[in-house]
């Protein structure tokens, strides 16, 4: 990946900042060299701040990082496109973007990957899905594994609303065994694509 940091003259290049999920647009910083190599080595987006004229990562005070998942170069090798994961909200305001829009995508599947998400990178003793993290991934995947025998025993009788039920916690069970392995079902998706090829 090669980055033309010389043809601003303070060395940085624009940052835009896009959810990996939802493919809203989160947020522009700038970064110079020191801070991508920081964001590519910690996984945790970093900007060089103006204001404090110094490298910040985003969350550092606020505990609202952005978690890195991609990184891509424009044409011009002069603007990089991010694609992360938020922790929390973007801005400073407390709002999900900087412009003030809700980062929601198209599908609910998206969102609840974001609660999960949230869940577990921000625990909370009353969150059910908190309590799985905290137990591990052996817990988690055995859960996943319960919720699939109930749906096997559910197919094969003639109740459809406990069918669903059990399939509606099947996902959501593999969902969170996603989060805890560091995948999304969007990894998952890839995988099919690439198999459909």
């Not at 003259?9 to 947020?27: C, E, F, H, R, S």
């Amino acid at each position: 990946m090669q980055i033309d940091f010389q043809k601003s003259p303070d060395g940085l290049v624009p940052a835009i900042i896009q959810d990996a999920v939802t493919k809203n647009v989160l947020m522009l910083g700038y970064m110079n060299k020191e801070a991508l190599e920081k964001t590519m080595a910690e996984s945790k987006v970093t900007f060089f701040s103006r204001s404090k004229n110094r490298l910040w990562t985003k969350g550092e005070e606020s505990g609202n990082f952005l978690l890195l998942q991609d990184i891509k170069v424009d044409c011009d090798q002069d603007t990089i496109l991010i694609k992360a994961t938020p922790v929390g909200p973007v801005c400073h305001t407390g709002a999900d973007t900087c412009w003030d829009e809700q980062n929601i995508g198209n599908d609910f599947l998206a969102k609840l990957e974001n609660i999960i998400a949230d869940r577990k990178n921000n625990p909370s003793d009353k969150s059910y899905t908190s309590g799985l993290f905290s137990r591990g991934i052996n817990k988690i995947a055995q859960k996943v594994g319960e919720e699939a025998v109930e749906v096997v025993i559910e197919a094969k009788d003639n109740n459809d609303a406990l069918f669903l039920n059990e399939s509606a916690d099947l996902l959501f069970h593999y969902l969170i065994l996603l989060q805890a392995k560091g995948f999304q079902l969007a990894d998952v998706l890839a995988v099919l694509k690439e198999r459909h090829k």
